[in-house]
């Protein structure tokens, strides 16, 4: 229980820093999206560039058992990158939106 709390805190911290960046066109609203009753956590945008409507999510993390599951990130950085400089072991980071094949290719875990 004590490591999922960890991952909770951690993953809600990459988010968090994520969010303190700003889109830099547009009027559009960036905020985050705790669900640590299900644990899915998200980083969205709404709001409108000119006269097209942005929806997106730049990440989408779930916490399934006992590891991380990326299932969207949208950064330059990475955020398994910044989940394990933060002590989160590689092995219990699945990067989702990766094929499971691909998967099985990277350091982090399959499944």
Known sequence: MERLNQYRQWVQQVLTEHNQFKPAYGSLEQFTI??????????????????????????????KGDKIWIQHDGTESGVAN??????????????????????????????
């Open 34 to 63: 705790f669900d640590t009753q299900n644990d899915h956590y998200q980083l969205a945008t709404v709001g409108w560039d000119g006269d097209r409507r942005v929806f997106s999510c730049l990440i989408h993390i779930d916490i």
């Open 82 to 111: 910044e989940l394990v400089e933060l002590g989160v072991p590689k092995q219990s980071i699945v990067i989702g939106f990766h094929d499971p094949n691909a998967r099985r290719l990277t350091e982090f875990a399959i499944g």
